[in-house]
């Protein structure tokens, strides 16, 4: 099986092999939402802003934004996960929409670009071969002036040669963010990273252009 079909990361799911999983909110979210760090914020008069989450498994932090003010779109090809989190969502009636599809072909499915795309743990996960598809996606998700906020983890200077987790290369993630039509505009090697991946981890967030 391949990384690149839901197959794969269903028998993970059902076999519990879920090693990436923290079983909680992630930690540098949590302590971003505290500070306000986000680079886009729901206001009480204003239309919640959205919010994809893609790739987001059992969903910690698309609840976690969804507690916050936000709309979701949390995205996963695994329906497994996403059972736990629909039950999730509608015992706390969060505005939380759960996709279960294959995000390469989401531009297709979602008509309304998104404020914001959140990223943890899927860039490491696909197949490194599409990670400049990976990021066309992503942009093509956001509308004129929305923001990728991406925490990159696994940081390596090995080549992404095995995986999941496929280890990752900041330079490259700039790289080819750039190419799709993303800017970088800020960076932060984050200290309330989880213990077990403090300085492995990357915060970066790309705004895409205004003018499309
Ligand atoms: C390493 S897990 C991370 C899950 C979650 N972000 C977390 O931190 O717990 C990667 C997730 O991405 C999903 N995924 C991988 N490729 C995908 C694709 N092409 N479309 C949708 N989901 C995908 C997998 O099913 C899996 O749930």
Redesign the pocket.
Known sequence: MH??E?AY?SERYRSGQTG???GAETPVFQALLHQGGFPVHPHPEQEPPTVIV?????G?DAILLARAGYRVIA????PE?LHVLRQRAAAEKLPVEVLC????RLPERLTEPADMVLE???YC??DPQRRPEYFRVLCRLLRPGGWLVGLFFPLSTEPPVSG??FPVQEAEVVALATQAGLRLQSRQLPLTSHPARLGREVLLMFQKAECD
Do not use: N, Q, R
Request: proline share 17%.
């Open positions: 990384v690149s839901p990361w990436w999983d923290l893609p790739g987001c498994g059992y910690h995205v996963d090809f695994a996960p599809e294959d995000l390469f943890y743990t899927c996960a696909i999941p987790p």
